[in-house]
């Protein structure tokens, strides 16, 4: 009987000890939908279990196979050089060990349904009716196509409620989530709400939200967090990184 390949859900790690805690939730999600996989939640740096710790274990417990969801919004360094060079590490202290990582979680057009989730419940705290721009914070990268891609998500989540929006980035890049806000009051526009586009609370995301509400936003709502969308979008990377893993 073959054995499905385990999944490691491979997160960024963070010493605020919010953030971990809310990948492990995101990860039970996960395994709520698929009790039949062996699924583990592992980060890169800063918070416990480590990537290599996850696969120790695993491979002690005789799995050969095992696909890593990169779980990471943009594909900036930790997706072009830490992830891949993690999985080259497990791969070089095990003989016999596949592993396969799959394409980073992303900016899938879904995930605005989650925004929108987050937003609401932010405008509800706020008893806020009405709105008159948006900024989507994210964490910003020296890559510029990292950044592009949070900007062309900006503009489709701007056209679906039919109001202006900009991208702005907690650190690396201008501009910073002060500046869109004022920007926008420069304008003239009294109603802003800003939306946090990270995967889980920390360092960056308050700091994003704390500059926005300072310059004048209304409202900062939170990050993504644990969603069934998000696990969703998980299962699928791994079921494509499980084909990728069968021999041909």
Known sequence: MMTAPALVALAHGSRDPRSAATIKALVGEVKAMRPDLKIEAA???????SFQTVVDRLVKQGHDEIVVVPLLLTEAY??????????AEAQARHA???VRATRILGLEPQFLEVLDVR??????AARVRELDALVLAAAGSSDP???????????????RHKLPVTAAFA???PPATGEAVRAFRAEGRRHIAVASLFLAPGFLPDRAAELALEAGAITVSEPLGAHPELARSIL??????AVELVPV
């Open 43 to 49: 980060f890169l740096e800063l918070s416990k279990p």
């Open 236 to 241: 699928a990377r791994y079921a494509v990184g």
């Open 145 to 159: 196509l990292a950044n592009q891609a949070v900007a062309r998500l900006a503009r489709v989540w701007g056209a």
């Open 78 to 87: 930790h997706a072009k050089v830490d992830v891949p060079s993690a999985v």
């Open 171 to 173: 650190s690396s890049s």
């Open 96 to 98: 016999g060990l596949r």
């Open 119 to 124: 937003m609401r419940e932010a405008l509800r």
